[in-house]
């Protein structure tokens, strides 16, 4: 793991490879945004926004788009924890606990609970204003070169 300049370098190539993707990304479909990222606590907070594109059958946002925001956002700390740009997603496991109202924020906050040579966990707790709607778990396996299959 690097230092804190290249967490926040890392961070901020980041933010910027953000600015650059596809309209069509989940990415921009969820319109995340960083908030705010600490080196100290490894430590990670997204803004999201649940438009209409989320809507399911329940008239609330699906809950498939909540597991996006955690992936995200897990993802996204990753770029911060090494010098690549994001981590592959071992295992993510999410707790829905309150619906989400259509046109809500939803605030993602992350954190590292380890970082080993070979795999990261995470946990995060989502929020719309001060309420807890879901919790989140995620190993991700840090980078090396992967054999190519064609």
């Known amino acids: 793991m690097g230092n804190r300049e290249s967490f926040e370098a890392n961070m901020r190539r980041r933010i910027e490879a953000i600015r650059h993707m596809s309209d069509h990304s989940i990415f921009n479909e969820l319109r995340g945004t960083i908030i705010d990222y600490n080196y ?15 809507r399911n059958g ?10 996006g925001m955690f992936d995200i956002t897990f993802g ?24 989400i109202p259509i046109g809500s924020t939803v605030t993602v906050k ?5 970082t080993g040579k070979t795999i990261m966990n995470f946990m995060g707790k989502a ?7 879901g919790s ?3 190993i991700f396996k840090t980078p090396r070169p992967f054999k190519s299959y064609h």
């Open 40 to 54: 100290d606590k490894k430590s990670l907070t997204m803004e999201f926004y649940a438009g209409d594109f989320h």
């Open 58 to 67: 329940f008239n609330i946002m699906f809950g498939g788009s909540l597991v």
């Open 76 to 99: 996204t700390l990753t770029s911060g924890l090494g010098d690549y740009d994001i981590a592959p997603t071992v295992q993510l496991s999410t707790s829905f606990l309150k619906g």
């Open 110 to 114: 992350v954190e590292a609970v380890s």
């Open 127 to 133: 929020f719309v204003g001060e309420e807890l709607v």
């Open 136 to 138: 989140a778990t995620g």
